[in-house]
């Protein structure tokens, strides 16, 4: 009986400690690296953008791919939900920014002026735009009610990066020089520009309040930024390579970010200290944190689509 007892306190202890380094469930169905993945705002779905120039939908409940939108020419380099769920943007290599509807798969706007590939899309929060950055070094603001370009955005760089605040009125993108260009939404002013990074930078997000911004970049770095002096607040040292993607929590208190050094690490904001790593064993090039802060959706050069169930204290 102490055996039996001792092997289910062993196997128990395995599982928990085995469950916080490496993901709870992989969906399979892209013949190409994942380059973007994001939670819908209930957190019942994930959608993914490929290099097999498709966007996928999935249940995160069944693991069912619930859609396969094959309406792209080219890569698929950055997918975004609505803030209503009900609406996917995707931004491609074709060139081509397309909204689609969620329920029934069909494409609603087709968004077209880029000369170059885009590499990243954004919904305002408040639902009225869509932002796209593209290798032809600009930023296009897109009115979705009108179908038209609100604003063009010189940027002097490839924007790899953009991120609204939680009230739409700002737009953060990344810029020539290794900064971070804070544009007035959607006048197009050019707030300020943010300098830490010493090299290109790949990801942006704010926090829930508006009051803070991550940056990750080629430089091995992430940085957090105080919206309300424009400086850095924190640095957060640890990957070895390259950060494409970081992300907040829905506290505040966890960031996770992901890196060409193969490995997922979610970091403590108070400490900056990293207080898990998954080592995913080949480049990682999207993460997202759930809405609920419970788990982490990441994607990248292995094809799959990968949840990580954080322990509770995460949240």
């Known amino acids: 009986m102490k055996n039996i007892s001792f092997f289910l306190f062993t196997l128990f202890i395995y599982i928990s400690v085995y469950s916080q380094t490496h993901p709870t469930k992989i969906f399979e169905g892209h013949s190409w690296p994942v380059n973007s993945v994001a939670y819908s705002p209930d957190g019942k779905y994930v959608v993914s953008g490929s290099s097999d120039n498709t966007v996928k939908l999935w249940n995160i409940k069944n693991g069912a791919m619930e859609k396969n939108y094959n309406d792209h020419r080219y890569y698929v ?42 590499v990243a899309v954004k919904f305002s929060p408040d639902g009225k735009y869509i932002a796209s950055g593209s290798q032809d070094k600009t930023i296009r603001i897109w009115d979705i009610k009108s179908g038209r370009i609100k604003k063009t955005l010189k940027a002097g760089i490839c924007v790899y990066g953009i991120a609204f605040s939680p009230d739409s009125k700002i737009l953060a993108a990344t810029n020539d020089n290794n900064t971070i260009a804070l544009w007035s939404v959607p006048s197009g002013k050019l707030i300020k520009k943010l300098k830490g990074h010493k090299n290109w930078i790949g990801s942006l997000c704010f926090d829930k309040s508006g009051d803070f911004l991550l940056s990750g970049s080629e430089d091995n770095t992430i940085i957090m930024w105080n919206m309300n002096n424009y400086t850095p607040e924190k640095y957060f040292i640890g990957h070895s390579s390259s950060v494409p993607s970081v992300s907040f929590s829905l506290s505040g208190k966890y960031i996770v970010s992901g890196s060409l050094d193969n490995t997922v690490k979610i970091w403590s904001v108070e400490s900056t200290k990293p207080l898990l790593t998954l080592n995913n064993g080949v480049f990682v090039y999207s993460v997202c944190f759930s809405p609920d802060g419970k788990s982490v959706v990441f994607g990248g050069l292995d094809k799959k689509v990968k949840i990580w169930r954080l322990p509770a204290s995460y949240k």
């Open 77 to 118: 380099s950055s997918v975004d939900f609505s803030p209503n769920g009900k609406y996917i943007v995707s931004g491609s290599w074709d060139k081509t920014v397309k909204i689609r509807d969620k329920k029934n798969g069909k494409v609603v706007r087709t968004f077209k002026g880029h000369s170059e590939k885009i």
